[in-house]
């Protein structure tokens, strides 16, 4: 699997574009907004997008989805259905930040904890993660050992919490017990900002590291 980052938004929102080298077939994670961005990114790798897979609700992640799924006729996969009170405020949400205008949406497929998906020959674990908000999920290639984790985690700091249906303790408890056990070695893209591995923020995350939790 490559992958690329493509920071978008106002908010600086790492939309990532993925793909499988044997296909060329791609999917594009969290298209918050920026479309002709991502849609640049795609031809000039020369792939061919065939889904679009959401981490979350939030106007920075899913903005673009509806607008990007139309210009494509591509499927929705994500997130869990519990953001679907996100998803349908879209519109206020992006008109109340200043953001051009979005739409709401019904993915395709809505995803649960264990479920996988696939882009090209690629495979995709999910993971349902709340706390930033009840829905999110996290995706993950254990073949490649990358994990594209939205809001969750961030290098040196996890999601805010104090968003309608965060939670704290969910998010903390989603961090140790559902993606520490998957390997020090899994590289992450955050929602924000720099990658990291789950080894380097169990050792120095003051959030979430080892060292805190006895």
């Known amino acids: 699997m490559k992958a690329l980052i493509i920071p978008v938004t106002p908010f600086a929102q790492n939309c990532s574009l993925i793909w499988c080298e044997e296909t060329m077939?791609?999917?594009v994670i969290d298209p918050g907004g920026d479309l002709e961005h991502i849609l640049g990114a795609a031809e000039e790798q020369k792939v061919e997008i065939e889904k679009i897979l959401i981490t979350h609700g939030h106007l920075d992640h899913a903005g673009g989805t509806q607008e990007l799924?139309?210009?494509?006729?591509?499927p929705v996969e994500g997130p869990h259905k519990a953001d679907k009170f996100w998803i349908d405020q879209l519109p206020e949400q992006c008109a109340r930040y200043g953001f051009p205008p979005s739409y709401?949406?019904?993915?395709?497929r809505w995803l649960n904890d264990g479920d996988t998906v696939t882009v090209g020959k690629v495979e995709l674990d999910v993971v349902h993660c709340p706390g930033h908000t009840p829905g999110h999920v996290v995706f993950i290639s254990k073949n490649d050992r990358v994990a594209i984790v939205g809001d969750v985690l961030f290098q040196g700091s996890i999601g805010r919490t104090d968003f309608p249906q965060g939670n704290h303790e969910d998010?903390?408890?989603?961090?140790?017990?559902?993606?520490?056990?998957l390997g020090d070695d899994i590289a992450f893209v955050p929602g924000h900002g720099n990658m990291s591995t789950f080894g380097q923020e169990r050792q120095s995350n003051p959030f979430v590291?080892?060292?805190n939790f006895g």
């Open 171 to 181: 998010l903390i408890n989603s961090i140790r017990n559902k993606l520490w056990p």
């Open 25 to 27: 077939k791609a999917a």
């Open 69 to 74: 799924r139309e210009k494509l006729d591509v």
């Open 209 to 211: 590291a080892d060292m």
């Open 104 to 108: 709401a949406f019904t993915p395709d």
